[in-house]
């Protein structure tokens, strides 16, 4: 079955870094949209940044020039690096799969990142 495992969340002071994995597994990660979202307490699930199966990425106008998504499909892996992390960056992130071959989305658990002093 299809699963996607984060990791690398955690505490990080105001302008670190931190960076997220997603694991994949069940299904063909090289052809699939890879993306990450996060949802902020009481505030929608929004999309941080995506790259396609071209490696063609798009990225929310808060987070562009400070996160950077990446892939590796042999490992079928993607990334998330996030640097000058602010307080507002604070939330949970979740990796999400777009099937090429059927357009089915499937979600991670989620990892929190919080960004404190």
């Known amino acids: 079955q299809v699963q996607l495992v984060e990791s690398g969340g955690g505490l990080v002071q105001p302008g670190g870094s931190l960076r997220l994995s997603c694991a994949a597994s069940?299904?063909?990660?090289?052809?699939?949209?890879m993306g990450w979202y996060r949802q902020a307490p009481g505030k929608q699930r929004e999309l941080v940044a995506a790259?396609?199966?071209?490696?063609?990425?798009n990225y929310a106008g808060s987070v562009k020039d400070r996160f950077t998504i990446s892939r590796d499909n042999a490992k079928k892996t993607v990334y998330l690096q996030m640097n000058s992390l602010k307080p507002e960056d604070t939330a949970v992130y979740y990796c999400?799969?777009?099937?090429?071959?059927?357009?089915?989305?499937?979600w991670g658990q989620g990892t929190q990142v919080t960004v404190s002093s």
């Open positions: 069940g299904f063909t990660f090289s052809s699939s949209r």
């Open positions: 999400k799969a777009v099937l090429s071959s059927s357009y089915i989305q499937y």
């Open positions: 790259v396609t199966s071209d490696y063609i990425t």
